[in-house]
């Protein structure tokens, strides 16, 4: 087996565990209303999701750890990927806030890190922004 073959599969396997990561954010209030549906989709398609898999990451148990990608790029994309799924219906619950900042210390951010990070992002998110918008924002 040729050794990019290694990488796609744990490429594949990250990939995997962040849309369930997502699909928890999603459904941590017991339901996934149509705007988290749809996101989800989109992320499903962007992140090379099979419809088996899709079907097996929403039942109810989660089954997929959460990755820490090693760059803080990569770091900081899947956090701004995980706002995008906590304000998809324009409000951002107790319960989502806690998975919200559970994911951000998962991630590799310190606690009083995570803390600035969520905060300047409840600040600066109001749905449809760029990644590099995002990111700018962060760092100024």
């Known amino acids: 087996m040729p050794i990019i073959d290694l990488y796609e599969h744990g490429d594949k396997r990250k990939n995997l565990a962040h ?14 209303n149509p705007k988290e549906k749809a996101i989800l989709d989109r992320f499903a398609f962007k992140l090379d999701i099979t419809d088996a898999e899709y079907k097996e990451v929403m039942k109810k148990e989660n089954k997929y750890p959460i990755e820490t990608p090693h760059s803080g790029e990569k770091r900081l994309k899947r956090l701004f990927e995980f706002f995008q799924m906590a304000f998809a219906d324009h409000s951002v619950d107790e319960d989502q806030m ?10 590799g951010y310190p ?12 600040d600066i998110f109001e749905g449809k922004i760029s990644f590099e918008s995002y990111q700018y924002l962060l760092d100024h």
């Open 98 to 107: 806690r998975l919200i900042e559970k994911y951000a210390v998962a991630l």
């Open 111 to 122: 606690s009083k890190d995570a803390e600035r990070i969520i905060k300047k992002s409840f």
């Open 19 to 32: 849309f369930a990561t997502l699909a928890s954010l999603a459904a941590v209030d017991g339901e996934v």
